[in-house]
């Protein structure tokens, strides 16, 4: 049995998941990262896409979009704005966020939005991919 | 003299009130419940959000890419208050308090000579300041549905107060709300949001504990992403704690309605009484004076 340490991930309106889990891989801005126990106290922003939670039985998938994760001794805390099990996440509004991002692509007035904007879009569309696919594997 | 008839329906009409009151006291006390279980499911996120941002601002603040969110235009002629109220009334001095403490603060800012500019939230705040201040108040959002206050409205809130920030709208951005302390208790409270305080007991709770964190990307990227999310967390705060208040204001105003109801009840069914024997002795009088004079 591998080592636990406390996880949390925690929505503005509820507390999602709080347990003892072995891995979690989350979706950082900068690539995706997995923190096991003793992981060094980190403090990433979340780009949309999928968290993966590995503890007792089957690892469970969750839909992140907006927020943070803090790694400090104690254990791991993620902040999502939204926070969806990948059961319940329906694609429609996936394709609809990423139809709105790429609007405000187009409605960028300086470049640097709209670079920023640009890779907005680029993270939901291969967080749509990363869904589509183990929605493949699930069935 | 009122006839008989006539107390017999005033004592309807107010058992009639008394009915309804007390069901919107229990009808409160059931909302009360889940608007204190909803801002209890909050807390965590808003806690760990400040507690991050806090060490994080202290290691940032002072540099020269500090965002202008946390260190503010450098100016403070014009303020935004956002005014946080419920979109019905029967709940007491819930919204009174809240507009009072806005008023207050308004003239207190105006007698400085800085420019005031009003966001009312809830119609019920928008009402009484709108005869104040028409001028001056520059955006009004109801949130008319009854599932309760959900993360999504106050992000919309805070967009547009993101969108009248970086337009240079204003300076400095307050909200006015009622922290709920009980049942019987809540607190109008100022809070200041832009640019974001934090309590001072986190600050110093948290003192040299920045500098163990790796941070990516860097602090400042990191402060310019998840100040603007603060904002929301805040306002939603705010909405939640908001909605406990009119819950718990409501339902002891509508306890205290119940109970005058019932003491009126109470006095005009002895006054109705009084009148009715009042009305047989004079009959019985009649009779025997009748009797007698014959």
């Known amino acids: ?139 | 003299m009122a006839s008989l008839k006539d107390l017999r329906n005033r004592i309807a009409s107010v058992k009639a009130t008394q009915k309804i009151t007390k069901a919107m006291q229990m009808v409160a006390a059931a909302k009360l419940r889940r608007a204190q279980m909803a801002a209890e499911a909050a807390r965590p996120y808003a806690q760990r959000m400040e507690t991050v941002l806090s060490n994080i601002a202290k290691a940032v603040s002072g540099g020269p890419d500090a965002p202008v969110l946390l260190t503010g235009t450098g100016k403070d002629n014009v303020h935004l208050l956002l005014v946080l109220t419920a979109e019905r009334g029967l709940c007491g001095a819930f919204n009174s308090s809240i507009v009072r403490l806005t008023r207050e603060r308004a003239y207190a800012l105006m007698a400085q000579g800085k420019t005031v500019k009003i966001f009312c939230v809830g119609r019920k705040g928008y009402e009484p300041l709108r005869r104040l201040f028409e001028k001056q108040i520059v955006e009004l959002v109801e949130l008319r549905s009854n599932k309760g206050v959900t993360f999504a409205d106050a992000q919309a809130i805070a967009d547009k107060i993101m969108a009248m920030f970086s337009a240079g709208e204003f300076d400095v951005a307050t909200q006015f709300y009622s922290r709920f302390h009980s049942v019987i208790s809540q607190v109008p409270t100022a809070q200041q949001i832009i640019p974001a305080t934090f309590p001072e007991e986190q600050v110093a709770a948290n003192d040299g504990a920045a500098a163990v964190y790796d941070y990516e990307p860097g602090e400042a990227e990191i402060l310019t992403d998840l100040l603007p999310r603060n904002l929301a967390v805040q306002i939603f705060k705010a909405l939640l704690e908001n909605g406990a208040s009119e819950q718990g204001a409501r339902m002891s105003a509508m306890d205290n309605a119940t109970r005058n109801a019932g003491d009126m009840i109470k006095k005009q069914t002895l006054v109705y009484n009084r009148t009715r024997q009042a009305q047989i002795t004079k009959e019985l009088i009649e009779i025997i004076s009748g009797a007698e004079a014959l």
């Open chain 1, 1 to 139: 049995m591998a080592t636990t340490f406390p996880f949390e991930l925690v929505s503005p309106e509820r507390l999602v998941f709080s347990g003892k889990v072995t891995e979690v891989i989350v979706p950082g801005t900068e690539g995706e990262f997995g923190v096991l126990a003793g992981h060094a106290p980190f403090v990433s922003t979340l780009k949309p896409g999928v968290l993966t939670i590995k503890g007792d039985g089957a690892p469970q998938k969750l839909f992140v979009r907006g927020g943070f994760a803090e790694a400090n001794p104690q254990g791991l805390t993620v902040l999502a704005e939204t926070a969806t099990p990948l059961a319940e996440f329906r694609p429609e509004v996936l394709a609809q966020m990423i139809k709105d991002a790429e609007e405000d692509v187009e409605d960028a007035r300086d470049e640097a939005t709209r670079q920023k904007r640009q890779l907005y879009v680029e993270s939901l569309k291969s967080a749509a991919a990363a869904i589509e696919a183990d929605s493949r594997t699930a069935h």
